[in-house]
């Protein structure tokens, strides 16, 4: 009996452990969804396409170890910083840029996590049976347009970038891809805009936030301006495509300039008037604080926020090379040289430098310590600006609508207007205009780029790129005209090449 | 039925915890076990020890009569018990399956046992005090030299009745005997300078050196039955002689040795091997255990720990803290590690770092038994950093400026820089002619003397077939540091009991309470960074603060930010175990245990709504993070073992076990407080309640393992294991894995050619090869997970569901192969005993989070590649140096050196590790060929001298900026030039313990040392590479100037005008360092001044902790770590909490 007994417990174990107990094993994760159980909803197409636009923040922000955005205005030479530190800025600064760098790296690994999750809405959401034809092709729209953006800024910091326009798997063999010729990205850039144009049905302007027709045919045309200029050197026919999209959002009617600068950065204009397309940010929901660390002087006690770090002002002798009488460098339009201390709002301090006033959020500093500012990523001024620019090089010279559309923007800082100007004249009137106005907005390096040129803030004057030596000492040479890929992606990816001079 | 209640109640419980298949299996056995049990009572009895309670009295001096006829020994001398109404005690295993056939007519007792028992190598023994026959394997006697003669009577010494069956040896050799029916023994001895070792089952082993006498009468004490060298393994016990890994021991007089807080502390030092890192002097600081190095790149490199058969949840907790942490020392009776894979096997998936096996204190047999033990102990810290005080503040400022238009001639000129002494006008810091009003000391503000009470209370007790205990503690704990404390509760009951001869049951039932204040990072920091020019508050009550003083980097003071910056952690841990033994034969046992571990947290903060940096910007934060972790395990083990022919020894296990884990957490934080009177009790009055998070997540196991002990002869040692797993962790794919092991010992000093040999006394030699795995990955990185994402449009939130987790279906085990060979050496009678073991261990298969080319939008995955090496040597040596009858001194030494090489990688790329540091890059990295996570950064070659000046220029620097090695020479200093500098791990570490008594007391000196331990110190950041904006260490006034140039220390400058702060080989610290661990000196109060008070012992004892530190080492304490990550060693990125010199007063108390 006992042995019976033994037998049966035995058996037991034996049934137990054959048996496997695959239900027993099988967890599925609750707190997230897989590929395997989502884009079956109308909604969890909006919520795909949503988590594209995150990444549009990621290289904003900052604190003690400088931002990512700042890395394209280390590059002009016409910034400076006080924050000892950051090594990442003071780097590139000197012109002594590695591919380590860690603002190259979040610009990479943001940028393609963006374009990761437009790749799988733009893959995923046409399957999605109950979506309507018209929510379906806005929501296509707007991941494309996504895609597009952050290529085009790949694109220019990094030159040939590998192209993924599908979403990778582990067995995918984009997963460790090879770097696409800088003219195949663009096609595709342009490929998805024109499709966006065309078939997405976006409204040309809201409030939202959210990707509008406007915002398409603006990026297009800076897109064609680009690809008119460096490195492809497309010429007139690009000048064309570049010119008739700048005024079809002209003519469009739904943007103006505001009247004031400080309408530019007043919370309650945002998405409206002059801005096109901004990055979102929210005082209650993901603030931009960082912006306002990043900016301010370094310790000098003129803000609520706890730090101040000074990591990006202007180089002096760029602001001295605006025009004089130019409204945006009196003190506190684009720039302040001084403000009053926190412990006494009735003195004011000189903060021996000219620190960027465009971004300086006064209600936070001076009331709130929380600052949900959005950041400009195309204003009306710079569709101004193309147009003029595209307008001169198609038709040999400035015509009355190329006047026009760049003196409206001069009207704005209370100086003459242009006129009787060649067309080599004119273009660099132009390029100018454009440092100024759009001045640490991450433009200026990308113009610089393109065109080949680098403007020197002593004479006025633009200088060819390679060569040009900053105010204050290192020279810019032709490694200068891209970014190295970051080091890490290098390391991961043995199909990559670095670019030349890293 | 009734009889099977306890396992039907079992098998209920876990039936509802699962699903499907599973659930019917599980059923079926337990109606199997029901059914089993019913047939065990219905049928004949099981004899493992079965108790006669004895309502009439025993009558042992009856004459009896035995016809027996073919029957089983077991069951004859069952018939024999009954016959002479006494209970029986014996070990099933023992007994031989014979049968035998008696006519005895009207004969004693003893002769009965001797005709029952002839020729089966037993012996029989029946004290009269005890009413109990007991049964057990007889002592092997030898013939030797001998000369003298000695007899006596050995008795109870409570009842003075005498003692039959008593065995007596001569110490250190096999000559014995045993006491007869009356208690009585004669002997013949080598010499009369021996020393006798009586012993016998249920008393406390007595050695009586002879010292020259004939006649020697001995009392036994009683004593709970468990034998000196057992040692607890993995599913069971065994002999230590009969082991065949490599097992560490720690047991509870070693424990009592050391006031401790947790097992780790309590652990540090005791065994070789293991590697107990205690990287904070903080209440409830996360000590890290590191058992023979780093295993994975990837998983917690945690042991397993088990607690009475219950493992622990692994995953860390909140803070960093381990559930092992919470169990109090005082209430561990042993602490057995397992090292190699013939010992970790058994536990399979999760044995590749090694086990660590707790066992818990027991009731007893007897009593009621109660203990008291206390201690008050008071700590201080036992250094000082030196940081500059308010003068030396004041004049670094001054020669700061003095240089700004040196390094920035630009904003020198643009007037960015005033002259620090006209901003000197504050007259609440200042006197009229600028000079400083306060100089104040914050590491005197910030230290106390620490008080901490211990207060452990237990009882214990039962009969003869069931015994209890219950144990409460108190530990109320003062950090050195004030706002810091720990206080903890914990109760705990077990009970173990006979229901019949052939079912026993248990269980326990522990409950702990701990609640704990943490300080701020940002305490830590302003500690040095608080400038002394301003003091703790003003006369007027409010707080100062560095911002005063403008210009400052405006962090708050130390003491403000102690006290507004309120961190809690509570955390309540919940084991129990209940179990049962079914014996179905003589030699085949069943245990089933149902244990849980059910932990839960609360984190509490709140930060003040004028705290600068913290909390001012976001008017006052608040936080609440509940969190739960609950797993429950159920196993069956058979176990059977067997002795045949004498020579052939069998011990088998096959067990099957499954569990479950489930944990959860969320947050809930909230801004914007219209007072701090709410701190973080109503979150809900918050102006701006920020976005709430949670998350679940589940993982589940089943497995079935099983052991195979074998001897021959004593001689020959084998072990086979087995153990297969299945997890949810991995997909269907590749869910299930074997790991395997086998071992050998060879017991030398049992052969022939060793007896009786004048140096050998013992000798071991063990081998053992065996896989492991490790499975403590995150769960469900098999399938594609998404994650969420945050879009704004229209101002408010919009979800987003994007990228998050590549799927990785083939994802599998991690596997180490470890190869171990130990010895194990006695001499001179085993007053030298040595073991020593070499290991090799490699990590295959090693579950990388391997980092993705960031193109697919994926920043990692995991990914089975990769494999690690650990290599090393293991030492321990006791020596019994003294041993006098008044005066004894004995010593203990350990060392273990690990040597750690990353083997390969996946595509051969450094993975980053650690967390950026200011410079950019990244702190440490993981290459192949060099120990995992070896510290990254510059070469300083010291500061440029005036000389190098053209040089210098070539690198944008001037004569007095700090001069890094251009490692590439492509004349910049950039991220290129970052090299592999260092490394946090020890080369090697030990002890070294004396012990010296002398009649009652007691002097124990306990030393640890380690050695080639690196320490990046990034604390020096903020206190040594920048001046002028916060206080800064006293080793700037070595700075750079043209008067002294061979400094490491760059020229003072304001920070603004620019300066280099990296991590460097200036940064890197040797951390070696000898410790004055541990100094105890106690007195046992004499036996005869306690007993007319009914005390059994009293203890007192005063002890010194961490006396002193012999390093180099500039910071409190060269156990560091800031941060509670894998691998975080010897990285510390702010300053640590320092740790303190304790001297304890304390009473252990026995009634």
């Keep these: 009996m006992r042995k019976l007994t033994s037998y049966i417990i035995l058996s037991s174990f034996i049934v137990l452990v054959v048996s496997g107990c695959d239900e027993f094993l099988s967890h599925s994760d609750p707190t997230s969804f897989t590929k395997n159980n989502y884009y079956t909803e109308p909604a969890h197409a909006e919520a795909a396409v949503n988590a594209i636009y995150e990444d549009l923040r990621a290289v904003r922000g900052g604190g003690f170890g400088g931002a990512p955005w700042l890395m394209t205005e280390f590059q002009t030479g016409l910034a400076n910083t006080e924050l000892g530190q950051a090594t990442n800025s003071l780097d590139i600064r000197a012109l002594d840029n590695s591919a380590d760098n860690g603002y190259g790296q979040t610009y990479w690994n943001s940028h393609y996590r963006g374009i990761a999750n437009a790749n799988e809405a733009l893959a995923n959401i046409p399957n999605i049976e109950q979506l309507g034809e018209a929510q379906k092709n806005r929501l296509l729209g707007e991941a494309r347009f996504l895609r597009a953006y952050y290529y085009y800024n790949l694109v220019r910091i990094f030159g040939d970038v590998p192209l993924i326009l599908e979403p990778v798997g582990l067995d995918s063999e984009n997963l460790a891809p090879e770097r696409t010729p800088v003219a ?42 680009t690809m008119a200029g460096y490195p492809l050197q497309g010429g007139d026919q690009y000048f064309q495509l570049a010119r008739d999209k700048a005024k079809e959002v002209i003519d469009s009617q739904e943007y103006r300039l505001f009247d004031t600068y400080g309408e530019i950065k007043d919370v309650s204009l945002e998405n409206t008037g002059e801005h096109i397309f ?33 990591g990006i002002f202007a180089q002096e002798e760029f602001v001295e090379s605006y025009e004089s009488g130019d409204k945006r460098t009196e003190e506190k339009q684009f720039y302040y040289s001084e403000f009053s201390p926190v412990s006494d709002r009735n003195t ?61 923007i001069r009207e704005r800082a209370e100086i003459s207007d242009l006129s009787g100007l060649s067309q080599d004249e004119f273009r660099e009137a132009v390029w100018e205009e454009k440092f100024h106005e759009l001045s640490f907005e991450n433009k200026t390096w990308f113009d610089m780029v393109r065109i080949r040129k680098a403007y020197d803030p002593v004479s006025g004057t633009f200088e060819d790129y390679v060569g040009h030596q900053f105010v204050y000492g290192p020279t810019l040479s032709e490694r200068e005209l891209l970014y190295p890929i970051p080091a890490s992606e290098i390391r991961n990816n043995e199909n990559l090449s670095q670019n030349e001079g890293y | 039925m009734n009889k099977c209640n306890i396992g039907t109640k079992i098998c209920y419980d876990f039936v509802l915890g699962i699903k499907g298949t599973c659930l019917l299996t599980v059923f079926l056995l337990a109606l199997f076990q029901a059914g089993v049990a019913n047939n065990l009572q219905s049928s004949e009895k099981s004899y493992k020890v079965q108790l006669v309670a004895n309502e009439s009295s025993s009558d042992t001096q009856k004459k009896v009569t035995l016809k027996l ?19 029986l005690a014996l070990q099933v295993n023992h007994i031989p399956d014979k049968k035998v056939t008696l006519n005895l007519d009207e004969v004693s007792v003893f002769k009965a046992l001797d005709a029952l028992l002839d020729g089966t190598g037993l012996e029989a023994a029946l004290p009269s005090s005890r009413d109990v026959l007991i049964i057990r394997k007889n002592l092997k006697m030898q013939k030797m030299k001998q000369v003298e003669s000695v007899s006596g009577t050995v008795t109870d010494a409570e009842s003075g009745d005498t003692i039959p069956g008593v065995n007596i040896t001569v110490k250190g050799t096999t000559t014995g005997t045993a006491t007869d029916s009356d208690g009585q023994y004669s002997l013949t001895v080598p010499s009369l300078n021996d020393t006798l070792v009586f012993s016998f089952i249920g008393y406390e082993i007595q050695q009586v050196p002879i010292n020259g006498r004939t006649t020697i009468d001995v009392g036994m004490t009683s004593e709970a039955i468990m034998g000196e060298d057992i040692v607890v393994v993995g599913y069971g016990t065994q002999q230590k002689s009969d082991l065949t890994g490599s097992v560490g021991t720690v047991d509870e007089d070693a424990l009592q040795q050391r006031s401790s807080t947790n097992v780790s502390q309590a652990l540090a ?44 949840n692994v995953e860390r907790m909140q803070s960093g803290s381990h559930a092992i942490n919470s169990i109090p020392p005082s209430s561990i009776e042993s602490i057995e590690v397992l090292k190699d894979a013939s010992a970790t096997a058994i536990y399979g998936a999760r044995g590749a770092n090694g086990v660590v096996l707790i066992t818990t204190k027991k009731g007893t047999r007897e009593g009621p038994r109660v203990n008291y033990d206390a201690s008050v102990s008071t700590g201080s810290v036992s250094k000082k950093i030196d940081v500059l005080n308010a003068e030396e503040f004041l004049r670094v400022e001054e020669i700061a400026y003095s240089n ?13 820089y005033t002259n620090p002494v006209d901003k000197r006008t504050d007259p609440r810091l200042f006197d009229s002619s600028g000079n400083p009003l306060y100089d104040t000391d914050w590491q005197d503000e910030a230290f106390r003397q620490a008080i901490t009470h211990r207060h452990n209370l237990s009882v214990s007790g039962g009969d003869q077939s069931t015994s209890y205990g219950i144990y409460l503690s108190y530990d109320d704990e003062e950090g050195v540091m004030k706002d810091s404390w720990l206080e903890r509760y914990s109760g705990r009951f077990n009970v173990e009991t006979e229901i019949a001869g052939w079912l026993s049951a248990g269980g326990s039932l522990t409950y702990s309470n701990q609640s704990q204040k943490e300080l701020h990072p940002w305490s830590m920091r302003m500690l040095y960074e608080s400038i002394a020019i301003v003091p703790v508050k003003y006369p007027d009550g409010t707080w100062a603060g560095n911002e005063d003083y403008p210009g400052m980097e405006g962090g708050p003071n130390q003491r403000r930010v102690s006290e507004e910056s309120i961190h809690l952690l509570n955390t309540q841990n919940i084991l129990a175990n209940i179990h049962t033994n079914i014996s179905f034969t003589d030699n085949l046992e069943l245990r ?35 969190s739960q972790n609950a797993n429950w395990q159920f196993e069956n083990i058979l176990n059977y073992s067997n002795d045949f022919s004498d020579v052939h020894s069998v011990n088998a296990i096959l067990g099957q076990s499954i569990q479950t884990s489930h944990s959860s957490s969320s947050v809930a934080q909230a801004w914007g407080f219209l007072d701090d009177y709410f701190e973080y009790n109503n979150l809900g009055i918050a102006d701006n309640p920020r976005p709430p998070n949670s998350s ?76 492991t795995g490790n499975s403590e990955i995150a769960n469900y990185q098999y399938e594609a997970g998404l994650g969420t994402y945050t879009a704004i449009f229209n101002g408010s939130r919009n979800v987003g569901v994007g990228v998050q987790r590549l799927a990785n279906p083939d994802l599998k085990w991690e596997v180490n192969k470890q190869i171990d060979l130990g010895i194990e050496l006695g001499l001179f009678d085993n007053r030298i005993s040595v073991e020593a073991d070499v290991y090799r261990r490699k990590s295959e298969d090693m579950l990388l989070e391997r980092p993705l080319p960031r193109t697919s939008g994926y920043a990692t995955v995991f990914e089975n590649i990769g494999s690690m090496e650990n290599r090393g040597i293991e030492l321990a040596l006791t020596t019994y140096n003294v041993q006098g009858e008044d005066f004894s001194w004995s010593t203990d030494f350990n060392i273990s050196i690990n040597e750690n090489e990353v083997l390969k990688l996946h595509g051969g790329s450094d993975i980053e590790t650690g967390g950026g540091v200011h410079g950019g890059g990244a702190g440490s990295i993981i290459r192949e060929g060099l120990p995992v996570n070896t510290f990254m950064g510059y070469i300083s070659l010291g500061t440029w001298n005036t000389d190098e000046a053209q040089e210098a220029a070539q690198y944008n620097r001037l004569p007095g900026d700090i001069k890094y090695k251009d490692v590439n020479n492509d004349g910049a200093i950039n991220q290129d030039d970052r090299v592999p500098i260092g490394n946090g791990v020890p080369d090697g570490y030990g002890s070294l313990i004396n012990t010296f008594s002398y009649k009652n007391f007691e002097f124990t000196a306990d030393l640890q040392f380690m050695y080639g331990n690196d320490i990046m110190w990034e604390a020096v950041h903020s206190t040594e590479d920048r001046v002028g904006i916060a206080n800064a260490l006293g080793s700037v006034l070595n700075a750079w100037t043209p008067d002294n140039q061979d400094t490491p220390i760059a020229q003072l400058r304001p920070t603004q005008a620019g300066y280099d702060t990296d991590n460097d080989t200036h940064r890197m610290q040797d951390g070696s360092f000898i410790r004055g661990r541990n100094f105890t000196l106690s007195y046992n109060l004499p036996q005869d001044i306690l007993n007319p008070w009914s005390i059994r012992n009293l203890r007192v004892y005063v002890t010194a902790q961490n006396l002193f530190t012999i390093t180099e080492f500039r910071g409190y304490d060269p156990e560091i770590s800031t941060s509670g990550a894998p691998f975080s060693r010897g990285r510390a990125q702010y300053f640590e909490y320092p740790k303190s010199r304790t001297f304890i007063l304390g009473v252990n108390l026995g009634l």
Excluded: C
Aim: hydrophobic share 35%; aromatic share 12%; charged share 20%.
């Design chain 2, 592 to 626: 089933t245990m149902l244990g849980t571990n059910v932990i839960t947290q609360e984190q509490d903060r709140y930060s003040g709504r004028t705290l600068p940096f913290l909390s001012r910007d976001q008017n006052g934060v608040a936080s609440i993070s509940p």
């Design chain 2, 69 to 87: 006829d073919e029957v089983r020994l077991v069951s004859a001398l069952e018939i024999l018990a009954d016959e002479v109404n006494v209970g």
């Design chain 1, 278 to 310: 901004m990055v979102q940010f929210d005082a209650e929901i993901v603030d931009h604080n960082g912006l306002q660390y990043v900016t301010l002087p370094y310790n000098q006690d003129i803000s609520l926020f706890s730090a101040e770090t000074g």
């Design chain 1, 348 to 408: 004011t301090k000189n903060l021996g430098g000219w620190y960027l006033y465009k971004f300086f959020d006064y209600e936070a500093n001076v009331e709130t310590a929380v600052s949900g500012m959005n950041w400009p990523l195309f204003r009306y001024a710079e569709v101004l600006l193309i147009f003029a620019e595209a307008e001169n090089e198609v038709n040999g010279g400035p015509t009355t609508e190329a006047y026009d559309a760049v003196n409206e």
């Design chain 2, 269 to 312: 030092g005791r065994v070789s091997g293991v590697d107990v890192s205690l990287n904070s002097g903080e209440p409830g600081g996360s000590p890290q255990i590191r058992i023979r190095g780093s295993s994975s790149v990837s998983n917690t490199n945690d042991p397993l720990y088990v607690v009475d058969g219950v493992m622990l």
């Design chain 2, 404 to 416: 700004a238009e040196k390094y920035d001639p630009a904003g020198f000129a643009a007037g960015k």
């Design chain 1, 184 to 225: 195949d990205v663009y096609n595709a850039i342009v490929e998805d805009l024109t499709w966006v144009e065309s078939n997405s049905g976006l409204p040309f302007n809201n409030e939202s936030g959210r990707v509008t027709m406007g915002a398409v045919k603006t990026l297009l045309s800076s897109v064609y301006l």
């Design chain 2, 696 to 771: 679940t997540s589940e993982y589940s196991m089943s497995s079935v393992f099983s052991r195979i002990n074998y001897t021959y002869n004593d001689k020959y040692l084998f072990t086979v294991t087995g153990r297969v797993d299945g997890s949810s962790k991995f997909g269907s794919n590749n869910r299930y894995a074997f790991f395997p092991s086998a071992a050998l010992g060879w017991r030398v000093s049992e052969e022939d050619f060793l007896q009786d040999h004048p140096v050998i006394s013992n000798l071991k030699v063990r081998t053992s090869y065996g896989l």
